[in-house]
Nanobody, 126 residues
Framework: QMDLVESGGGSVQVGGSLRLTCAAS???????MAWIRQAPGKERETVAA????????YHADSVKGRFAISVDKASNTVSLQMNSLKSEDTAMYYC????????????????????WGQGTRVTVTS
């Protein structure tokens, strides 16, 4: 397991942008990194993931074209660029890691991620 620390959350108006960053305590070598959100009263939703071994990325339909996950292996950080934010994007956002490759069949499932950060809150106001 690794330690993960998120930053970059805050309050933004509808249509605005935010960039979340996750700092990992170890090198991101052949692991799957993800951003998972949870809004009050709702189930957790994995919005984006990437396998660092191949660079393959996955994005949920709800954020496709608006959010983008990226990895900087030099600094051991994972970012989530969020554009065209909507009120329904309001949630606590968690950075999570799996010690192996997840693929198209299972990247959405939160139970496969064994390391989690404390979360950063994103509030989108109208």
């Amino acid at each position: 397991q690794m330690d993960l620390v998120e930053s970059g959350g805050g309050s933004v108006q509808v249509g605005g942008s935010l960039r979340l960053t996750c700092a990992a305590s170890q090198k991101l070598f052949r692991v799957t990194m993800a951003w998972i959100r949870q809004a009050p009263g709702k189930e957790r939703e994995t919005v984006a993931a990437t396998y660092t071994g191949s660079g393959r990325t996955y994005h949920a339909d709800s954020v496709k074209g608006r959010f983008a996950i990226s990895v900087d292996k030099a600094s051991n950080t994972v970012s989530l660029q969020m554009n065209s934010l909507k009120s329904e994007d309001t949630a606590m956002y968690y950075c999570a890691a799996a010690d192996y490759q997840l693929d198209a069949s299972n990247w959405r499932a939160p139970q496969y991620y064994s390391s989690w950060g404390q979360g950063t809150r994103v509030t989108v106001t109208s």
